[in-house]
């Protein structure tokens, strides 16, 4: 699976049919995440980067992005968006979350915010990739402040009029090696009590954000 990521990294984008069909996830589920400017985030699974610029938005020069992932090429394309674009306020890691120290989160965010955890978690097209996505969830518990935001994007099957558009969804989902019946965001649904969620392109784009207690 991680061989799958690393060759295709600089093509991800493309392969993704990213700005047709899902980039308005990135856009949805980073605006109803809600930062405020001088946030600290997470950026779980980031890959190649796409969802930098639109967090950098949100929390502005004096907050922090930290990204994390597994593949090394993925995080080269990062890193050189993050070069190319002069962001002085983006730390990258890489590691596999489910091996990961949640130390290795919290002592990032105490030398770029002087806090022990994150403000905001936010996860797109991550946790259906990895074999067993709790523990990446677990992670992001353990890093987050009480009270932080999260937000998780993932993809299921299309439904309804859209059904038809299935087999393609199942195609893209097994390109990218997730798994489309994962559906991690019930995890966040269960955990926070003002969990908002929104379907998007006819069920395949599941978007939930809430707040942690």
Same mark, same amino acid.
């Given at each position: 699976?991680?061989?799958?990521?690393?060759?295709?990294?600089?093509?991800?984008?493309?392969?993704?049919?990213?700005r047709?069909v899902?980039?308005v996830?990135?856009?949805?589920?980073?605006?109803?995440?809600?930062?405020?400017?001088?946030?600290?985030?997470?950026?779980?699974?980031?890959?190649?980067?796409?969802?930098? =610029?639109?967090?950098l938005?949100?929390?502005?020069?004096?907050?922090?992005?930290i990204?994390?992932?597994?593949?090394?090429?993925?995080?080269?394309?990062?890193?050189?968006?993050?070069r190319?674009?002069?962001?002085?306020?983006?730390?990258?890691?890489?590691?596999?979350?489910?091996l990961?120290? =949640?130390?290795?989160?919290?002592?990032?965010a105490?030398?770029?915010?002087?806090?022990?955890?994150v403000?905001?978690?936010?996860?797109?097209?991550a946790?259906?990739?990895?074999?067993?996505?709790?523990?990446?969830?677990?992670?992001?518990?353990?890093?987050?402040?009480?009270?932080?935001?999260?937000?998780?994007?993932?993809?299921?099957? =299309?439904?309804?009029?859209?059904?038809?558009?299935?087999?393609?969804?199942?195609l893209?989902?097994?390109?990218?090696?997730?798994d489309?019946?994962?559906? =991690?965001?019930?995890?966040?649904?269960?955990?926070?009590?003002?969990?908002?969620?929104?379907?998007?392109?006819?069920g395949?784009?599941?978007?939930?954000?809430?707040?942690?207690?």
């Open positions: 699976m991680l061989k799958r990521y690393t060759a295709g990294a600089r093509l991800y984008a493309v392969h993704s049919v990213e047709i899902y980039r996830g990135r856009f949805s589920g980073i605006n109803a995440l809600r930062t405020a400017r001088g946030d600290i985030v997470l950026d779980l699974g980031c890959g190649t980067g796409l969802n930098l =610029p639109l967090l938005d949100r929390v502005g020069a004096d907050g922090h992005v990204g994390v992932d597994r593949s090394s090429s993925m995080l080269a394309v990062a890193r050189d968006r993050v190319r674009n002069g962001w002085s306020n983006v730390s990258l890691l890489e590691a596999d979350v489910l990961l120290d =949640p130390a290795q989160i919290t002592s990032l105490l030398r770029q915010g002087a806090r022990s955890r403000d905001a978690a936010f996860s797109s097209y946790m259906s990739v990895f074999d067993d996505w709790m523990p990446a969830w677990e992670l992001l518990r353990a890093v987050a402040r009480p009270g932080a935001r999260a937000g998780i994007v993932d993809m299921a099957l =299309p439904t309804g009029a859209a059904a038809v558009f299935a087999p393609l969804a199942r893209a989902c097994a390109a990218g090696g997730a489309i019946t994962a559906r =991690p965001w019930q995890a966040l649904e269960r955990a926070a009590a003002d969990a908002e969620h929104t379907v998007l392109r006819g395949h784009i599941h978007v939930v954000t809430g707040t942690l207690p």
